[in-house]
């Protein structure tokens, strides 16, 4: 008949003979004394004394408005503290929900010069953080140890901004442009230092194998009671293509007597070359020079062949390449001008 007794009726019956049953009596008794055991246990060592390191917070306060910060306070301390393990354990409740945070007042330490770079020594630290925690918890360290910040009263520059860094393209492409966003920024420091600034320099970089527009974020290279707004620029590089072009250029002859004349065969060559994209359409067959003199050919008359060079080439201009590099030539003789 048990096939008759629906499925979830012989899920309960199955557990309650599991809870009540004879068997079941022995394992809870165990359970039972097992949870008072534990407590006791942790009774005992809640009540003794450890060390214990946590994390507290750091904020400067009350900084005046004229006041800019160069270096500021760690944002944490680690402090190594004693005490009964409850003490410890209520401190580390508290902080789930909200962390310890030890306030720094800045007119405490206010110079009252323009700049200046302040020290917070060990007996000022232990001060502050011991209001954070029970007059029973003792203080064994703290790192670091001595805290520093800097401030100016607002002593400032616009300065220009140099790079230090290394941009390449690809073998296929060519730097076209290299500019900074921005290209100057606003520096605070003593006014000693200020006086002999003329530009603020990157931290150094490299931009290699470019074949695209890129950007890249930079940090300013820093120095000891100094800061920038902002502190940092943006590289940005515009990167164009070479493509390949050819032009005919004629060959000339230069210092020829009136009666004479060179006769090259062709007349005219293949000049091909690789040009930056940007200079593709202003380059032309008139910006190559293809040049013999006439003492040149009178030095060397037995070679028959003219080799060919280029006396100049124009700016933007790669891997020239001449078709044919020979020509052959005869210096004709022509009728002289009355």
């Not at 008072?36 to 003794?48: C, H």
């Not at 508290?94 to 323009?114: E, H, L, P």
């Not at 230090?164 to 000693?192: H, K, M, W």
């Amino acid at each position: 008949m048990q096939h008759l007794i629906p499925k979830g009726k012989r899920v309960l019956r199955q557990g309650k003979d599991l809870l009540f049953g004879d068997k079941s009596h022995e394992l809870l008794v165990f359970l039972f004394f097992l949870a008072v055991s534990f407590g006791f246990w942790m009774l005992q060592a809640l009540n003794e004394t450890f060390e214990h390191e946590v994390q507290v917070g750091l904020q400067l306060t009350d900084i005046p408005s004229d006041v800019v910060l160069i270096d500021s306070l760690p944002t944490t301390v680690s402090v190594t503290v004693r005490d009964r393990g409850l003490t410890l354990a209520r401190h580390d409740i508290s902080n789930i929900f909200r962390q310890s945070c030890a306030d720094v007042s800045f007119q405490k330490f206010d110079t009252g010069g323009d700049d200046a770079e302040i020290a917070i020594f060990p007996y000022d630290m232990q001060r502050f953080l011991s209001k954070l925690f029970a007059p029973s918890t003792h203080i064994q360290s703290f790192r670091p140890d001595t805290l520093h910040f800097t401030y100016n009263r607002g002593r400032s520059r616009m300065l220009p901004v140099r790079t230090t860094g290394t941009v390449q393209a690809s073998q296929q492409n060519y730097v076209q442009s290299i500019g900074l966003e921005p290209d100057s920024v606003r520096v605070f420091a003593p006014a000693s230092v200020l006086d002999t600034m003329h530009a603020v320099y990157t931290e150094p970089f490299s931009m290699s194998e470019l074949s695209a527009a890129t950007r890249q974020h930079v940090r300013l290279r820093r120095q000891r009671l100094m800061k920038y707004d902002p502190d940092g620029v943006d590289v940005v590089v515009g990167i164009g293509y070479y493509t390949e072009k050819t032009v005919h250029v004629p060959v000339i002859g230069l210092n020829f007597p009136a009666e004479k004349r060179l006769r090259a065969f062709p007349a005219q060559v293949s000049v091909t070359f690789r040009v930056e994209s940007g200079r593709y359409r202003q380059t032309t067959a008139e910006d190559f020079v293809l040049v013999t003199t006439y003492e040149d050919l009178i030095q060397n008359p037995e070679n028959s062949k003219l080799p060919l060079s280029l006396k100049s080439i124009p700016e933007g201009v790669y891997d020239v390449r001449i078709s044919p590099a020979e020509v052959d030539y005869l210096i004709e003789q022509v009728d002289a001008p009355y």
